[in-house]
């Protein structure tokens, strides 16, 4: 793994939206998920279960937004051994709407 401390990275914004159809296989996904993501810097900002939709249509479920410190590391957690291996938990036991990496804003 490498350093996750780059000051000069720019923080990227991982949005996942699922539907939870096992809940006691989720919950072991989650009972996995906090000690894999911490080592790369990331930042858990929410989860909404019940999101207020604005415009447009949505499934029901879940949406999670972590802040990564890059995509590189976003990408390095993402493709990790450990979170692979994790992740078929998350398959069996959900749907999977989407799973988007949204950049911050460039300095200007």
Excluded at 25 to 50: C, M, S, V, W
Aim: net charge negative; proline share 6%; glycine share 4%.
């Amino acid at each position: 793994m490498t350093d996750h401390t780059d000051a000069a990275a720019l923080p990227v914004y991982f949005i996942a939206h699922i539907s939870v159809n096992d809940v006691d296989g989720y919950r072991q996904y989650e009972k996995g998920f906090f000690p894999i993501l911490k080592p790369y810097g990331a930042r858990f900002i929410t989860f909404d279960d019940n999101v207020t939709v604005l415009e447009g249509a949505r499934e029901s479920g879940r949406t999670i937004i972590i802040e990564f410190p890059s995509e590189a590391v976003l990408l390095e957690w993402w493709n990790s051994p450990e979170y692979v291996e994790l992740a078929k938990l998350r398959i069996a036991s959900c749907t999977t709407h989407s799973v988007s990496m949204v950049h911050s804003l460039p300095p200007r």
